[in-house]
């Protein structure tokens, strides 16, 4: 062994060598690079050789060099990968929280690329010269929207909630009804914010039921506020009750000290229910109907960049864009270009430029079509692969409207080669990874998340994973 190590030849000596000059050209490093990861590759294996567990070249032999290389090759590939990368959602779910939640329109991106590629007036009024302030980008579109008499717009709703409770109620009491003590992704939980924000919590009802008088019966001289959770994802169903947005708000105004503030979580500028989808609280009805505030989120119903906004009564909003937590939780320009083009298209009545709205809208002969000339290009491509157009379910995701489900048509495709999960696996693995779903022992492709452009991708990742197989 101590041979063998003898043996390794010094880095200098390997930053000589052809290999390592073709190295730099064929991964386009620099000299400075190159070497890092030469270095790491030949520790590696002096490691391996110390270990007993070096099964490659012997360092005398002429491909130990080679060995060195395609290991630094790999490293390269591990170190220097993005690590965010674009993937198909070919599962059905539209607001997929692991996958991002909404997919972004043309314009919006090509707003956001002609905004941020370029020197931009976010603090800055062109018209007079003087500085200005990044919240006036996107209110004047939140306040046409909502009816809200002022907004602003924060890192996520779980900031907005937080920032919220911590301007107006710290080291006061809040009423929330037991029924709406959430929990959201990631085991956040809204009495947890609350604790966290120093407002003190005070649960009225009980889970299942909750009335007028629970609210009444809490409210003294140390109430700051009445707080409505929107329970965006779950649903209780049989014996319940809960109160009104405009029962709670005719309550608040009784008292002079007290706000009436609604977290609506999704925030719908939609109304879905028009279409027969749900029945999610539209923004803007639930202003009118007396709350004093209320926040929402900007990637989920909205289907826009990830965001909180808060909107509502302009001596609130105001005193909330003073304190020192609007600053820590401000967004970026990427931010309030991709939302502030995206609440345009609202106002223009374009919401089919809005994926997240045109995908949970689209009709089930739409996705038919759609899926009969995916199958028919794959068919004349690839005959290899089985497919099936099957009735099915989408769903909205992102958590909201949990007991929404969307009639759709899917594609189940089968290789006799491989099991349903192996399959699977390899979509998701491929490049661009395609994420399936399995479902009673079908491997399920739901083209309602994918676009027309991305056809021939898939199709491209089917020929590959099949020439592998009868390779």
């Given at each position: 062994m101590k041979n063998q190590l003898r043996q390794i030849p010094p880095i200098h000596e390997l930053q000589r060598t052809v290999e390592f000059n073709r190295f730099i050209s064929s991964q386009n490093l620099s000299f400075e690079i190159a070497a890092d990861l030469v270095k790491e590759s030949v520790a590696h294996i002096r490691t391996h050789i110390q270990q007993e567990i070096w099964d490659g070249p012997l360092p005398e032999s002429d491909l130990f060099i080679h060995a060195v290389i395609?290991?630094?090759?790999?490293?390269?590939?591990?170190?220097?990968?993005?690590?965010?990368?674009?993937?198909?959602?070919?599962?059905?779910t539209i607001l997929h929280t692991n996958l991002g939640r909404a997919r972004l329109g043309q314009e919006t991106i090509e707003h956001m690329c002609k905004v941020t590629s370029s020197y931009n007036n976010l603090e800055y009024e062109v018209q007079n010269g003087k500085r200005g302030s990044r919240h006036a980008h996107a209110e004047k579109f939140i306040r046409e929207l909502t009816g809200?008499?002022?907004?602003?717009?924060?890192?996520?709703?779980?900031?907005?909630?937080?920032?919220?409770?911590?301007?107006l109620a710290k080291n006061k009491e809040v009423i929330v009804s037991?029924?709406?003590?959430?929990?959201?992704?990631?085991?956040?939980?809204?009495?947890?914010?609350?604790?966290?924000?120093?407002?003190?919590?005070?649960?009225?009802?009980?889970?299942?039921?909750?009335?007028?008088?629970?609210?009444?019966?809490?409210?003294?001289?140390?109430?700051?506020?009445?707080?409505?959770?929107?329970?965006?994802?779950?649903?209780?169903?049989?014996?319940?009750?809960?109160?009104d947005t405009e029962v709670l708000a005719e309550l608040t105004n009784e008292y002079d000290q007290v706000i009436f503030y609604e977290d609506l979580g999704s925030g719908s500028l939609f109304d879905f229910s028009n279409q027969g989808i749900g029945n999610e609280p539209v923004v803007r009805k639930v202003i009118e109907q007396g709350a004093d505030l209320v926040s929402f989120s900007g990637d989920k119903l909205l289907g826009g960049p990830q965001a909180?906004?808060?909107?509502?009564?302009?001596?609130?909003?105001?005193?909330?864009?003073?304190?020192?937590l609007a600053r820590v939780l401000r967004v970026d320009k990427m931010t309030l270009a991709a939302l502030e083009m995206t609440l345009l298209h609202y106002l223009k009545k374009e919401e089919h430029k809005i994926p997240a709205i045109y995908d949970i809208t689209r009709s089930k002969d739409d996705i038919l079509?759609?899926?009969?000339?995916?199958?028919?290009?794959?068919?004349?491509?690839?005959?290899?692969?089985?497919?099936?157009?099957?009735?099915?379910?989408?769903?909205?995701?992102?958590?909201?409207m949990p007991e929404v489900e969307l009639d759709t048509y899917l594609i189940s495709i089968?290789?006799?080669?491989?099991?349903?999960?192996?399959?699977?696996?390899?979509?998701?693995?491929?490049?661009?990874s395609i994420i399936t779903r399995i479902q009673q022992e079908r491997l399920l492709i739901d083209l309602r998340t994918v676009s027309i452009g991305e056809h021939e991708e898939i199709l491209e990742v089917l020929d590959t994973i099949h020439e592998e197989l009868v390779r």
């Open positions: 395609t290991l630094a090759t790999y490293l390269k590939k591990e170190k220097l990968s993005l690590s965010l990368l674009r993937v198909i959602n070919a599962s059905g809200a008499e002022a907004a602003m717009v924060v890192n996520n709703n779980a900031a907005a909630v937080f920032l919220i409770l911590t301007s037991r029924g709406e003590l959430v929990e959201i992704g990631g085991s956040f939980r809204i009495s947890s914010i609350m604790e966290e924000s120093g407002a003190k919590l005070v649960e009225v009802g009980t889970t299942n039921k909750t009335h007028l008088q629970d609210y009444q019966r809490c409210i003294d001289e140390e109430t700051a506020m009445i707080m409505k959770v929107h329970q965006s994802n779950f649903v209780m169903k049989g014996f319940t009750s809960s109160v909180g906004i808060i909107a509502g009564r302009k001596e609130i909003v105001d005193s909330l864009k003073k304190h020192q079509q759609q899926s009969l000339s995916l199958m028919a290009q794959l068919k004349q491509k690839n005959s290899s692969f089985q497919l099936e157009i099957v009735e099915g379910k989408s769903r909205v995701g992102g958590g909201t089968f290789h006799n080669r491989l099991t349903n999960h192996e399959l699977h696996e390899q979509l998701r693995l491929s490049e661009p």
